[in-house]
């Protein structure tokens, strides 16, 4: 399985998430991340919280269509599993998120950020764990 090298469009991705978690602490002091912001939606303590989070959840899933409509294609999203298969992979990382006291996001974009000694050890950990999978996933198993 080979992986396609998207430069551009990869630094644009990563502008735009840079971009969103400097105006979310500028604008109400909230750090950007995403299975913290998708856990608040769901047990959002007053309607102020659930409005930003709501804000943002939506706007991850209508952002796909607003690279359609300026590029005129939509984004590859190939998912060689199972919707079973992702749905436990998204309870297996709420659960990792929860234990770890944040998602990547929240760790890589936000709290390397902040200097955060709970993300530097984190991240690293993270990638870690990333690259022996795919290793395991193409080399092991052959995927």
């Known amino acids: 399985m080979e992986t396609d090298f998207t430069p551009l469009a990869s630094f644009g991705g990563g502008l735009a998430i840079g971009l969103s978690a400097v105006l979310l602490m500028l604008g109400l002091g909230r750090i950007m991340g995403a299975t913290g912001i998708m856990s608040g939606l ?4 007053n309607k ?3 409005l930003w989070r709501g804000a943002m959840v939506i706007g991850m899933v209508l952002a796909p269509g607003l690279i359609y409509a300026v590029t005129g294609t939509m984004p590859a999203v190939d998912v ?5 298969m992702v749905a436990i992979g998204g309870v297996v990382v709420g659960l990792g998120a929860s ?3 944040g998602c990547t996001s929240g760790h890589g974009v936000c709290g390397l950020s902040r200097l955060s000694i709970r993300s530097l050890i984190a991240v690293p950990i993270f990638m870690a764990t990333a690259a022996l999978t795919v290793f ?4 092991v198993f052959g995927g």
């Not at 769901?42 to 303590?45: L, N, T, W």
């Not at 060689?80 to 079973?84: E, F, G």
Request: aromatic residues 6%; glycine residues 6%; without cysteine.
């Open 42 to 45: 769901v047990f959002a303590e």
């Open 136 to 139: 395991i996933i193409r080399h």
């Open 48 to 50: 102020d919280e659930a």
């Open 80 to 84: 060689p599993v199972s919707p079973a």
């Open 99 to 101: 234990l770890g006291s």
